[in-house]
Nanobody, 127 residues
Framework: EVQLVESGGGLVQPGGSLRLSCAAS????????MSWVRQAPGKGPEWVLT????????SYADAVKGRFTISRDNAKNTLYLQMNSLKPEDTAVYFC????????????????????WGQGTQVTVSS
């Protein structure tokens, strides 16, 4: 059974930083692209970043370029999201998500290709 457990969320002031983690189990973590997806109150899911299975290729939404970094440690089955220069509009529940096809080229993946999500962790950016 695929399990994805996010942690590291919390309340932070604008301009601050947070690091989220996602512990994965129940599948061969190193074979799947992973994403971070967020959902703000009253809005639909928004794709944020994706990293390929080996960790050498990433893609970012324009809203977070230069501020957020996705990384992974395949030896620890863990996905990370480093968030810097946080803004109030970054407030959302953040989910990690596993791609359905293994070893996929992330340039051809869309949000619908990520079929397994964690329970999410709340990030609130407010003064």
């Amino acid at each position: 059974e695929v399990q994805l457990v996010e942690s590291g969320g919390g309340l932070v002031q604008p301009g601050g930083s947070l690091r989220l983690s996602c512990a994965a189990s129940g599948f061969t973590f190193s074979s799947y692209a992973m994403s971070w997806v967020r959902q703000a109150p009253g809005k639909g899911p928004e794709w944020v970043l994706t990293i390929n299975s080996g960790g050498g290729s990433t893609s970012y939404a324009d809203a977070v370029k230069g501020r957020f970094t996705i990384s992974r440690d395949n030896a620890k089955n863990t996905l990370y999201l480093q968030m810097n220069s946080l803004k109030p509009e970054d407030t959302a529940v953040y989910f990690c998500a596993k791609s359905t096809p293994p070893n996929a080229n992330i340039n051809y993946l869309s949000l619908g290709d990520f079929g397994s999500w964690g329970q999410g962790t709340q990030v609130t950016v407010s003064s």
